[in-house]
């Protein structure tokens, strides 16, 4: 009786895990243009996810493969996807900067660890945050109120048109610490220097000063870049 029962769980538990193994051996399929992923019993659904094919893998996102963008992880740009959908890897140019990306498509730290991210973007403002993370600064790092604000036309990137002013703009003379493993926010808004920006696909850059010693540093600017739309305000997966 004792092995009875034994070969009857046995029995059920192999049911289990098969019937498991069923709900994970869905297959991918393609037509109108659209990646599918087919389950077991046949039904359909647009995939979302990786694929693989050779030693390359590509994204989809509801059935489209997603071409020449960034896509973020927790806000933060992880991986980018050419104009063939390929992710990148080792050093890439993308509109004008170099990146660099390990064997698995992640992009790799900046030296000084810092990256720049925004949020919250509107047509005459946004926040911008720099994060610092690992790299190796040994010294301290500092930015400053000034910015800069870009439009990427016709394969390169141009300061927008500043808004005539009567008077002289002249930028206040404060310093803000980048503190190590931390993050710190600047609210930006640009009426009165750009006024509203019209919709198009645009790049925030702030300064950063890393000092070793008096009179021994270095300066750095990093760029935070997003898209002014009706919708779809970011050009990012998140």
């Known amino acids: 009786m004792k092995f009875k029962k034994i070969l009857a769980v046995s029995a059920a538990l ?13 297959t991918l399929a393609e037509h109108d243009g659209l990646k599918y992923r087919v389950s077991d019993s046949g039904e359909e659904s647009l995939y979302t996810g990786w694929t693989k094919k050779g030693g390359d893998r590509y994204y989809y996102n509801n059935g489209k493969m997603k071409k020449n963008c960034w896509l973020t992880v927790n806000g933060k740009r992880k991986y980018f996807l050419q104009a063939d959908g390929k992710r990148a890897t080792g050093k ?8 660099q990306f390990d064997e698995n498509g992640v992009i790799l730290p900046d ?12 047509r005459t403002g946004c926040t911008v945050v720099f994060t610092q993370s690992g790299g190796n600064p040994t010294g301290e790092l500092e930015t400053g109120v000034p910015y800069i604000v870009e439009e990427y036309k016709n394969g390169k990137w141009t300061e927008v048109a500043q808004v005539p002013s009567e008077i002289d703009r002249a930028w206040a003379d404060l310093a803000c610490l980048l503190e190590k493993d931390s993050s710190r926010e600047f609210t930006i808004n640009w009426e009165d220097l750009y006024g509203e920006l019209p919709y198009g696909y645009y790049r925030i850059g702030k300064n950063v000063n890393y000092f070793r010693k008096t009179a021994d540093y270095d300066s750095k600017m990093y ?11 970011e050009k990012v997966i998140t």
């Open 14 to 26: 192999l049911g289990i895990f098969c019937t498991s193994l069923n709900v994970c051996a869905d």
């Open 223 to 233: 760029y935070a870049y997003f898209d002014v739309k009706p919708s779809d305000p």
């Open 111 to 122: 030296e000084w660890g810092l990256t720049l991210t925004v949020k919250d973007v509107t």
């Open 92 to 99: 890439v140019t993308i509109q004008g900067e170099t990146y």
